[in-house]
Structures are given as structure tokens and as C-alpha cells.
Nanobody, 122 residues
């Protein structure tokens, strides 16, 4: 059973910073991409940032230059450093990972964390 456990959300004023962490645990062979999505009230879930095991990254235009995604592959952990936060960044942030769980059958699955609330208030 694979689990993604997130931490680091909270309340912050505009211009502030937060760092989210997400660690994968359980039985698996390897992780391809790991990333962060967010969902604000009344809106669809959207991609924030993603990082592949090879080091490639991709960001939503709305967070470029403010957010930085990084990975520690040895710890199966992905981080999201969020700087210059704005009220429109307020959302539940979800960790996502594409994981190889069975080498013999080459079975890959998408996994999601439980979500962590980020609130940017004035």
C-alpha cells in the first residue's frame, strides 16, 4: 500500500512564504513524476508544479518565478517552496505521484495525498 503524506500548509500573509513537503511510503519500485496540484473553492483542481525523476520541472504560469519544486529521490519526497504568496494562491494543495508498484507486471498508478490547506490572507 502506497501513501503520500503531506505537511507544511498553513496561514500566511501576502508576500509570505511556505514550504510544503510530501513523502511517499509503502511498497513500490520507483517514482516517475511527483508534483503538486491545488483546488480552490468552486474551482477545478489545477497543476501547480511537477518534477520528473530525471530533474525536469514544469510550472503553472501563475506561479512561475515564485514557486520552486524540488525532489529528494533518496527520501521519495517532493517539496514546494512558495514565496511571494498571494491571496489567489489560497487553496487545498495536493501531492501527486506516478509510481511503479509492481515490476513484474510493470504496473504504474497515480497516487494522491490527502491535501493540505494553504490560506493567504490580508
Amino acid at each position: 500500500q502506497v501513501q503520500l503524506v503531506e505537511s507544511g500548509g498553513g496561514l500566511v500573509q501576502p508576500g509570505g512564504s511556505l514550504r510544503l513537503s510530501c513523502a511517499a511510503s509503502g511498497s513500490f519500485a520507483t517514482i516517475n513524476r511527483m508534483g503538486w496540484y491545488r483546488q480552490a473553492p468552486g474551482k477545478q483542481r489545477e497543476l501547480v508544479a511537477v518534477a520528473t525523476s530525471g530533474g525536469s520541472t514544469n510550472y503553472a504560469d501563475s506561479v512561475k518565478g515564485r514557486f520552486t519544486i524540488s525532489r529528494d529521490n533518496a527520501k521519495s519526497t517532493v517539496y514546494l517552496q512558495m514565496n511571494s504568496l498571494k491571496p489567489e494562491d489560497t487553496a487545498v494543495y495536493y501531492c501527486n505521484a506516478y509510481i511503479l508498484t509492481d515490476v513484474s507486471s510493470y504496473k504504474w498508478d497515480d497516487y494522491w495525498g490527502q491535501g493540505t490547506q494553504v490560506t493567504v490572507y490580508s
